[in-house]
């Protein structure tokens, strides 16, 4: 089977923004993501195994393992079997390949869930999305084969087999660049929890209801939890006092909705909005208008395309390709340091989940949970399915002062909020 970028050899580059996620991995900073779907029956193992088994052939972006080359990272075709696991750790831990038949993702389950955990190198959310869908039809096919029509049972669950395209490549035009040295953003700080444990709240909203509210203020659902984050973070962290730092969110963009790609490697970017307390008053009304400013500035072609042109610059640059894989992993590190330094938290919001009509009635709702760090203690995953909004924090601190805030702040606005949690340090709301 073939692919876009199909390498007869087996072997493969990584994507322009691929080749940072192996530096920087560690069991601390794992750089994994977690998409989950719940559905309305208990999950078989066996069952997801067999599924799994007949999705993994239509997705050689997931089917390799990770490689070292002279000068770069690479991938190489895997030919052995991932293997299902019900759920024994917490989520977006450090995947090792050593002990996972040197797979770069994880399929596990629990109850109802089934979770597809991915190291970012091999993909975003947008390719893993597509797997867990097609991983989840195929699980139902299997499940259900006695109820659902042969039309059914024989439809195929991805259209076309995947597209491995650079499209960061693809997509690069020599533009100049100047670059404005960001300042270092005001970081979250409290007492962590034990280390190699994470915090997850999971609040439910009919999303319905979010949009329409969304549309009083005339902005969208990311602009509104970003500013509302903001907000929290000013109330419950600065005590409403002026600072010198900026309160800073970053945001991944779905580089998809803007250039013209199919690509199911990583085609995304960053935004950062925020703002420096200046004063001892702000409304969240105000807070709300900067933030919806800065995404109408920072989300255009035009900007989008100068971060593409400055990341695939770097990568081309003559030094920069001759220098060995260690020299490279050291200069990777002192930039992803420096850039962590510029954000207090991160929102990444997978959108509205569409499925195929045939199989909607045996999934309840997708979530979304991002890897945390130290630098980066608490993020925001954010995903829709059918009515049922799900925001999710992910945080390494004991406190929650920030989830109780943005939720409380929900429901003042009338707003009905549905809160679960993994019970780890979990503070009533």
């Known amino acids: 089977m073939k692919n876009k970028q199909g390498t007869e050899n087996g072997w493969r580059k990584l994507d322009n923004t691929a080749n940072v996620f192996p530096v ?10 977690r998409i989950s779907v719940r559905l309305m029956h208990e999950i078989s193992e066996e069952i997801l195994q067999e599924a799994l088994n007949e999705t993994l ?3 050689s972006s997931f089917n390799v393992k990770l490689k070292r080359g002279v000068f770069w990272h690479y991938f190489e075709s895997n030919k052995k079997q991932p293997v299902v696991e019900k759920e024994q750790t917490y989520p977006c831990a450090y995947i090792d390949p050593n002990t996972n038949n040197q797979f770069l993702f994880k399929v596990t389950y629990f109850d109802k ?19 867990l869908k097609a991983l989840t039809y195929n699980y139902i096919k299997l499940t259900y084969r006695e109820q659902l029509s042969e039309e059914i049972l024989e439809m195929p669950v991805v259209d076309v087999v995947s597209d491995i395209e650079d499209s960061y490549r693809k997509n690069y035009r020599k533009l100049s660049y100047k670059k404005v040295k960001a300042r ?12 190699l444990t994470m915090n997850v709240i999971h609040g439910l909203v009919s999303a319905n209801v979010m949009v329409d509210f969304c549309r009083r203020y005339k902005v969208s659902l990311t602009q509104y939890i970003a500013a509302l984050i903001i907000w929290c973070i000013y109330k419950e962290y600065m005590n409403e006092q002026p600072h010198k730092k900026p309160i800073k969110v970053n945001i991944p963009v779905n580089l998809r909705h803007f250039f013209n790609s199919t690509t199911e490697m990583n085609f995304f970017s960053y935004i950062n909005v925020g703002i420096t307390i200046e004063k001892n008053e702000y409304t969240f009304e105000e807070m709300l208008e900067i933030t919806r400013g800065q995404f109408m500035s920072q989300l255009t072609k035009e900007n989008l395309s100068h971060l593409i042109s400055d990341n695939v610059s770097t990568e081309r640059n003559i030094l920069i ?7 490279k992993n050291v200069g990777v590190k002192i930039a ?20 195929l ?6 999934i309840d709702r997708f979530e979304v949970l991002l890897s945390v760090s130290k630098s980066e203690p608490i993020k925001c995953g954010v995903c829709s399915y059918g009515d049922k909004l799900v925001i999710s924090f992910a945080s390494i601190l004991k406190e929650t002062y920030l989830q109780r805030a943005f939720f409380r702040h929900l429901t003042e606005q009338g707003i009905e909020v549905i809160i679960e949690s993994n019970g780890v340090g979990y503070e009533k709301m």
């Open 113 to 131: 869930r089934i979770n597809l955990e991915v190291f970012h190198a091999i993909t975003d959310g947008t390719g893993a999305l597509k797997f």
């Open 321 to 327: 390709r001759v220098a060995p894989l260690p020299v």
């Open 24 to 33: 920087i991995a560690s069991k601390t900073y794992s750089s994994v993501y």
């Open 336 to 355: 992803y340091m420096g850039s962590e330094k510029n954000n207090s938290s991160v929102i990444s919001n997978i959108g509205k989940v569409e499925v």
């Open 357 to 362: 009509e045939e199989f909607k009635e045996y």
């Open 57 to 59: 052939p239509w997705f």
């Open 184 to 195: 270092s953003a005001f970081k979250l700080k409290g007492e962590k929890l034990p280390i």
